[in-house]
């Protein structure tokens, strides 16, 4: 009960929020550690190339989370650096984590608070030491659930859910098959 209110609620929260920054020129940076970093590699697929329908690409870039960049900082600041050099004013940062424990992404988050950029985590369990960082400004869509395999899929579903709201909200209702 409680994971279906809460990805409701804070859905239609948003894909406002990003379509309200897509409308007004500003850019979508994702990033996520281990396997939600591709999960933020294809969400930044779905804004850029549209997700069930064309419409303009959203300007939005994947955070590079590599070994190249993981052994250039090893304090975990690799993502924080990104964030600091590419996000500016207004632009929104998409993190995705299975448990919001990662230090990398709680110092992305900080980074992108120094910018003063809005911060959309997608976490499971608890939300961790990630979700305890967000501001009041920020929107937190906590899956609820222990393992990683289903908070995975739940993220993916809402990745679609977003997009599907993007298009929606950009292009009106779609018409029925």
């Known amino acids: 009960m409680m994971m279906r209110t809460t990805i409701i609620n804070e859905h239609k929260l948003y894909y406002q929020l990003l379509v309200i920054h897509g409308k007004r020129g500003f850019g979508v940076l994702g990033g996520g ?29 994947c955070l590079s989370s590599d070994a190249l960049m993981a052994t250039r900082w090893s304090d975990g600041q690799a993502l924080a650096k990104q964030i600091l050099a590419l996000g500016q004013t207004g632009d929104v940062l998409v993190l995705i984590s299975t448990d919001g424990s990662e230090s990398a992404l709680v110092q992305a988050a900080q980074a992108a608070h120094e910018r003063e950029m809005s911060v959309l985590a997608l ?27 289903r908070i995975c899929e739940v993220q993916h579903l809402v990745l679609h859910c977003l997009c599907d709201g993007i298009d929606t909200q950009l292009l009106g209702e779609q018409e029925p098959l």
């Open 123 to 149: 976490t499971g369990h608890q939300g961790g030491a990630l979700g305890r960082q967000l501001r009041e400004t920020d929107v937190h869509v906590c899956v609820p659930h222990e393992r990683a395999a």
């Open 33 to 61: 550690m281990g396997s939600s970093s591709a999960l933020a590699q294809y969400l930044v697929n779905l804004l850029v190339g549209g997700f069930e329908r064309d419409r303009p690409g959203l300007a939005a870039v």
